[in-house]
């Protein structure tokens, strides 16, 4: 098993490296650099600005440089925990990335908890129980659930919370008397209080695709022979379902969790955006549209990361679940 887990970490190191060099060219494809947005912008308002500032500004942040020069500060940086300075922000990166980490945090990880507590019994159940009435009710929901967009959801949820139960303030995760407030218990409550909206937006698609896939998982387990001698032996039903065919039918699960990790660890840029969030997804995307490459660049790595990780937790929790895994 150790050496199982040192393999895929080992591994991990490659492929970080070679999207962190995709991550970079990307951001460089679009023409001109920040400091061409930045007087476009300017430009625009009818204030002047200086070749000579404009200059000043290319020396400081090294975009005269080429692009793998201007690479390999970055990265090397990244490597001791420097991420460079924000163009947009004039400030440490580290400084702003740090500030949404936490919450990006409590936000994916209760996500994956609402996705996994809801998708998996709903999907056993509508499985056991084919062609019910539940089972009906269940999928067409599913349906539902993977037709509408997420943040088509979340403009619903704050209208209805404006218009129909005249709440004041929505979006965000915090009232505006906590907003800049110092942790306290009352402000963890506050949190506890708002966090359902972007956990039930963020989770519904991805529930409701989970719900699908157990369901059809375990339709094809069930059918299989050795469930069949199971129940030819006389092991009761519930035993044959839970020990038997779940164990089998959740591993494609559980591979699809690892890829689902670093979409929730933006927290759906879009729904982000549209329910005001403090995470990392609306702050990668201002930084991409002003060509901010050190922001950006960080930000995508940090969910590079995640994908690795999330698929790293996913080979281990395999390779318990299905020990024949670990020979592959």
């Keep these: 098993m150790s050496q199982y887990i040192l393999h895929r970490v080992v591994s991990m190191i490659p492929t970080l490296i070679l999207i962190s060099i995709v991550s970079f060219i990307i951001i460089q494809l679009p023409p001109g650099d920040y400091l061409t947005t930045y007087a476009a912008q300017l430009s625009a308002l009818d204030t002047p600005v200086s070749r000579e500032s404009l200059s000043y500004l290319r020396d400081r942040y090294g975009l005269d440089e080429p692009i793998y020069v201007q690479y390999w500060i970055w990265i090397s940086g990244f490597v ?28 994916a990880f209760s996500t994956m908890v609402f996705t996994w507590v809801v998708a998996v019994p709903i999907g056993i159940f509508s499985a056991v129980r084919q062609y019910s009435a539940f089972d009906y009710i269940f999928t067409f929901i599913g349906f539902i659930g993977l037709a509408v967009p997420n943040f088509l959801l979340a403009l619903v949820l704050l209208f209805v919370s404006v218009f129909v139960f005249n709440v004041q303030s929505v979006g965000g995760l915090f009232s505006p008397e906590y907003l800049d407030a110092p942790w306290s218990f009352d402000r963890f409550r506050d949190l506890l209080s708002r966090l359902w909206v972007p956990v039930v937006v963020v989770g519904t698609a991805g529930t409701a695709g989970l719900i699908r896939i157990m369901r059809a998982n375990l339709l094809d387990v069930l059918r299989q022979p050795y469930i069949q001698t199971a129940r030819s032996k006389g092991i009761r039903e519930q035993l044959v379902i839970y020990t038997h065919a779940v164990r089998n039918a959740i591993n494609p699960l559980i591979s699809i969790m690892g890829m689902q990790l670093p979409g929730i660890f933006s927290g759906e840029t879009i729904v982000a955006i549209v329910l005001s969030l403090p995470t990392l997804g609306p702050l990668l995307y201002r930084a991409l549209v002003s060509q901010d490459m050190f922001l950006a660049g960080t930000i995508l790595m940090f969910l590079a990361i995640a994908l690795v990780i999330g698929n790293l937790i996913a080979d281990i929790l395999l390779a318990v679940v299905d020990p024949r895994i670990r020979y592959a």
Excluded: A, C, K, Y
């Design 80 to 107: 001791r925990g420097d991420f460079g300075e924000s163009f947009e922000f004039n400030r440490p990166v580290s400084t702003l990335v740090w500030e949404r980490l936490g919450l990006t945090l409590i936000v």
